[in-house]
């Protein structure tokens, strides 16, 4: 054998080697990529279940019938459906707050974040996630795991709006005696609170939201008073702080 038809015979080994490296490749990327479809499925699958049928029905056959999936890949991705539920919490919830984040974003005012918490509230109600919430957190009661799933998922939350109020309250007489990271847990609870209430008394969520507005209102004002009246709320309010 001739020394050119020995490199071609190398070459030609190469070039097939490196043509079933990429047919390797491909199937093993389309296997990562359909593996991380059905977890997605199963994820939103289980979502729509709760919302939709309540923690009483939501097992790992209605949501696998729900995600169009085979019950199996419940338990081969996830394990059970207690973890499938838990990840499907926190999935949800960085959904809901990626959707949100840039308009947390721009808020300027306390009076705009509890605009923006009416506006979300109806649109969150619309598409089923206020209806999601109060099961997972009937859930949680009794199930230990969903309980620090649910709390991470508003953890998520609260951390947005923290960030919210140190901006907006940042120079105002309020935030020098305000716990923000309290205050945002606070509103966060207060928004939960009256999603749940308002599925038996809507007018008194309504009410709720009216007094949350007054409330922004009042800030509005401190933040509009002169230099000297600041400094004697501000000293008023040491002073109570001290008693």
Known sequence: MSADTGRQ????ESERDTKQDVKRDTKQDVKRDTKHDTKVKLLEGA??????????KTSARSIAATAGVNQ???FYHFGSVDELLAAACHHGAEQR?????????????????????????VKEREAGQVAFLGQLLAAAQTQPRLALATAAGLRLWTDEIEKVLGRVLEGSPVAEFTDTVGLARAVSASFVGI???????????ACAFDALDQLAVLAAVFDELGPLAQRAIRHRLRRTARS
């Open 47 to 56: 979502l729509r279940t709760l919302a939709e049928q309540g923690i009483a």
């Open 72 to 74: 199996a890949l419940v």
């Open 195 to 205: 999603e749940l209430y308002e599925g038996v008394d809507e007018e008194g969520a």
């Open 9 to 12: 015979g190398v070459g030609q």
């Open 97 to 121: 707050v990626a959707r949100y984040r840039s308009r947390l974003e721009g808020i300027g005012s306390l009076a705009e974040l509890l605009a923006f918490g009416r506006d979300m509230h």
